[in-house]
């Protein structure tokens, strides 16, 4: 399968390395920037490359595209993109606004291709266990999730203007970070009908959050917790879901990354020391993994892991949790528009 990129920023790598890891060809990639065009080209040895995204939807040999374009991008390159009959494994959050994103739903369904958004923990190994726990029942009735992506830029002194400044960003660390906290919350544990957030800027002098956080309520009566930040030295990533009957805790924090279950069928298990399972899991990245489910979904071997719906749910999340912290309140999801 031929394949293009659009967009050559950091997270393009991750897209072509998933594209070559899968067996897909690229065979043209598009920026506006002409020294990132220029460089990846020459490091991925492109044959084709493009100023203008429009150009490269043109050509007819490619099957599919990702869109690694700024946020405020995600809509209109997509529509464009599906409109001429290309699969789309577009970057997230699939857009900035709800009405954007069912625009983009509706215009793949309209062609019939693919429409994957790349909310990527979807693919992870553990995250995949986890759901396989949960389903079976084995950690009973879900009571509390907490999820969080944390990071300080590396140790960077400022934030670049595509993820600092609103026009190009639509958001801080709850946008960039929390929508896929929030893919992941309803991954688990299914709709959400309330939600709580603070939001803040307290490290960098940027137009966005770089701090927040969000309480939820979930129709089946759990409750859970989203943190994202630009503010927390190190970087990382994890997600802790505790039910009846066991509890799965997965972080990056404290060396490698193992799923840890935790439950009691053992006589004598104490309060400090019950049964505990650990997954440790080998293999390609979550990126990887999430664009090999991009092109199986293009074949028809398996459903796409991460649709358009569940892209504009997380958005929906996300525009709800900074109306909350706009107006310090909570935010019911049922009949939230978000436009």
């Not at 790598?13 to 990639?29: D, F, I, M, W």
């Not at 595509?162 to 688990?188: E, Q």
Request: glycine share 10%.
């Amino acid at each position: 399968m031929k394949v293009g990129i659009i967009g050559a920023g950091g997270i393009a790598l991750s897209h072509y390395k998933g594209y070559v890891a899968g067996g897909a060809e690229v065979v043209a990639l598009a920026d506006i920037n002409p020294a990132a065009l220029e460089a990846r080209q020459r490091e991925w040895n492109i044959p084709q490359v493009f100023s203008d995204y429009r150009d490269l939807l043109k050509l007819k040999e490619i099957e599919a595209v990702s869109v690694c374009t700024p946020n405020a991008l995600h809509y209109p390159v997509t529509l464009a993109a599906v409109r001429v009959g290309k699969h789309v494994l577009c970057e997230k959050p699939i857009s900035l606004s709800i009405r954007e994103a069912r625009a983009m739903i509706r215009a793949a369904a309209r062609a019939g291709v693919t429409l994957q958004i790349n909310h990527h923990l979807r693919s992870n190994g553990a995250a995949f266990k986890a759901k396989q726990i949960l389903d079976s029942g084995a950690l009973g009735r879900v009571t509390f999730i907490r999820l969080r992506q944390a990071h300080d830029w590396g140790g960077s002194p400022q934030v670049r203007d595509s993820f600092g400044k609103k026009a190009l960003a639509g958001g801080g660390t709850l946008l960039d970070n929390g929508c896929h906290m929030f893919d992941l919350a309803r991954y688990f544990g299914g709709p959400v009908e309330e939600i709580f957030a603070r939001v803040a800027s307290l490290k960098f002098p940027i137009e966005v959050e770089d701090t927040a956080h969000a309480s939820l309520r979930f129709t089946s009566g759990a409750i859970g917790e989203v943190e994202a930040s630009w503010s927390a030295t190190g970087w990382e990533e994890g997600f802790w879901i505790y039910g009846t009957e066991g509890a799965l805790e997965y972080t990056n924090r404290l060396g490698k990354s193992v799923l840890r279950h935790s439950f009691r069928t053992s006589p004598g298990t104490t309060w400090a020391e019950p049964d505990v399972a650990l997954y440790d899991f080998a293999g390609a990245s979550n990126h990887t993994r999430h664009i090999d489910n991009f092109l199986a979904a293009i074949r028809g071997e398996r459903p796409v892991i991460c649709s358009g719906e569940d892209g504009l749910e997380a958005v929906r999340l996300v525009l709800a949790a900074y109306e909350s912290a706009r107006l310090n309140q909570p935010i019911r999801l049922s009949g939230f528009r978000g436009d």
